[in-house]
């Protein structure tokens, strides 16, 4: 206990590589799907759950798991690039899982960032979120300064969906999506940290020594709005997949 917040243990998992990571974390999904084939999923975008996206669709293709009754919610999106973008998530989703197997389209929910009113689409998220029942399971990356969803350092632990500024860092890191860093938007809207930890059961993947000191701070068991992982530790089932770190 710290004060009175009560702290868990976080489970890590080490992969012997990135498609073994990829695997295991598929095989989340699998399962979870084949226990509650009507469940709420929240994805995750980014490098690193592409394997993972690959996998759940050799899975799909191969008759393992059906998404014909999942929900998915996405973490976060860019403000101001639509929705076509080759850089967003819609179309990253789209890309890397949605075109490949049978979800329904009205059951696939991303945050609106490129609307007339980004704060009314904030809440609107939590309302679709809470009325979907809550998410089951929930896929996270995270970033070289432990941002979650894009929830950068400082981020109040109790915040909700919500319009976030991106931190120099991270724009930098995602200049590869984009021509020029002039073109990485400034902004986002993502899932707070306080609707991520509602949600039932996480796994985090992580791959890559350029998450070294993000693996050691999470392991470190600091809980810390400096770096929005840690709040992770005050969650009861969070699995940690991990490769090329240690
Ligand atoms: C993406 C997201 C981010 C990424 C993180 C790591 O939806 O929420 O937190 O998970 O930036 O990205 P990669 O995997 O590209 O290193």
Same mark, same amino acid.
């Given at each position: 206990?710290?004060?009175?917040?009560?702290?868990?243990?976080?489970?890590?998992?080490?992969?012997?590589?990135?498609?073994?990571?990829?695997?295991?974390?598929?095989?989340?999904?699998?399962?979870?799907?084949?226990?509650?084939?009507?469940?709420?999923?929240?994805?995750?975008?980014?490098?690193?759950?592409?394997?993972?996206?690959?996998?759940?669709?050799?899975?799909?293709?191969?008759?393992?798991?059906?998404?014909? =009754?999942?929900?998915?919610?996405?973490?976060?999106?860019?403000?101001?690039?639509?929705?076509? =973008?080759?850089?967003?998530?819609?179309?990253?989703?789209?890309?890397?899982?949605?075109?490949?197997?049978?979800?329904?389209?009205? =059951?696939?929910?991303?945050?609106?960032?490129?609307?007339?009113?980004?704060?009314?689409?904030?809440?609107?998220?939590?309302?679709?979120?809470?009325?979907?029942?809550?998410?089951?399971?929930?896929?996270?990356?995270?970033?070289?300064?432990?941002?979650?969803?894009? =929830?950068?350092?400082?981020?109040?632990?109790?915040?909700?969906?919500?319009?976030?500024?991106?931190?120099?860092?991270?724009?930098?890191?995602?200049?590869?999506?984009?021509?020029?860093?002039?073109?990485?938007?400034?902004?986002?809207?993502?899932?707070?940290?306080?609707?991520?930890?509602?949600?039932?059961?996480?796994?985090?993947?992580?791959?890559?020594?350029?998450?070294?000191?993000?693996?050691?701070?999470?392991?470190?068991?600091?809980?810390?709005?400096?770096?929005?992982?840690?709040?992770?530790?005050?969650?009861?089932?969070?699995?940690?997949?991990?490769?090329?770190?240690?």
């Amino acid at each position: 206990m710290i004060g009175d917040i009560k702290m868990t243990s976080l489970k890590f998992i080490k992969a012997e590589n990135y498609e073994e990571l990829s695997k295991i974390g598929a095989a989340f999904f699998v399962q979870q799907l084949n226990e509650k084939p009507a469940s709420v999923l929240g994805l995750a975008t980014g490098g690193t759950p592409e394997g993972l996206y690959k996998q759940l669709v050799t899975s799909y293709k191969q008759g393992e798991v059906s998404f014909e =009754n999942a929900v998915t919610f996405n973490l976060d999106e860019y403000t101001g690039i639509t929705e076509d =973008n080759a850089a967003s998530y819609h179309h990253y989703m789209a890309e890397n899982l949605f075109k490949h197997v049978n979800i329904q389209a009205s =059951n696939i929910n991303l945050p609106k960032g490129n609307v007339a009113d980004p704060e009314a689409s904030t809440v609107a998220y939590e309302a679709l979120i809470a009325q979907a029942g809550g998410i089951d399971l929930q896929l996270l990356g995270i970033g070289v300064n432990g941002h979650i969803g894009f =929830n950068e350092p400082h981020t109040p632990f109790t915040a909700t969906t919500t319009i976030i500024e991106l931190t120099p860092s991270t724009r930098e890191a995602n200049q590869i999506y984009f021509d020029k860093l002039e073109d990485v938007p400034t902004h986002a809207i993502t899932m707070g940290i306080k609707t991520i930890l509602n949600a039932k059961k996480i796994v985090l993947v992580m791959s890559g020594e350029s998450k070294r000191k993000a693996f050691e701070q999470l392991r470190s068991g600091k809980v810390s709005e400096d770096f929005p992982a840690s709040a992770l530790h005050l969650h009861e089932d969070v699995t940690v997949i991990y490769t090329d770190i240690d």
